[in-house]
């Protein structure tokens, strides 16, 4: 974020300036209650607003739009601290830091198939876009992988209690639940079956 302020002086005599005081519907025809790109500061005086800059860009000619965005925060173990993961339109996966704002490659999470949405759970960030030929990923501050025992393929994810649960994305009336805090196990059955837990009905 650009933090440089420059102070402004109005000089043109056929505007009669910036009116804050009085009610809109009184102001002279010359009189503008407001002003774009300005602020005004307490001290009275007009200054330009703050703007941005460049922070950070992927490297080697990537062209097309991001599919999604996800904030990471790894609460202990290797390489704990904040990222936020990108998702880009040719099938790579990027994370930046509050420090090396510039996105750095993680990996391919798949082909691009739309919107990739994620959540964190168990000090994991994890990832999918639902597409079945991609598999849900994780990352855990270090690398990318993918997520263990065979979840379903999704980008709908949530937690009830301290399980993970995934939506199939191609048949969303069915749910599946990883065991208690291991989002890398599935049910108490084969990996892969759909499942409910008692109390969770089908949607």
Known sequence: MAEDKTYITIT????????TKDDPRELATNESPFILNMDII???????????????????GATGGYRGMLTFYRTFGT????????????????????????PATLGAYGTDSGSVRGIVF???????????????KKYDGTSQANLGGTPQDSKIFGIIG?????????APKTM?????MDPEQYGSGSAGNAKCPVGLAEI
């Open 12 to 19: 043109d005599v056929a505007s009669g300036g910036v009116n």
């Open 42 to 60: 307490q001290k009275g005086r007009v200054v330009s607003r703050t703007g941005y800059e460049l922070w950070g860009q992927i490297g080697g």
């Open 122 to 136: 168990d000090n994991l960030a994890v990832f999918g876009n639902g597409l079945a030929a991609n598999s849900v």
């Open 162 to 170: 301290k399980m993970l649960v995934l939506a199939a994305y191609a």
């Open 176 to 180: 599946y639940w990883s065991d208690t």
């Open 79 to 102: 390489d704990s601290g904040d990222y936020l993961l990108s998702f880009h339109s040719n099938g790579n996966a990027y994370k930046s830091t509050n420090t090396t704002p510039t």
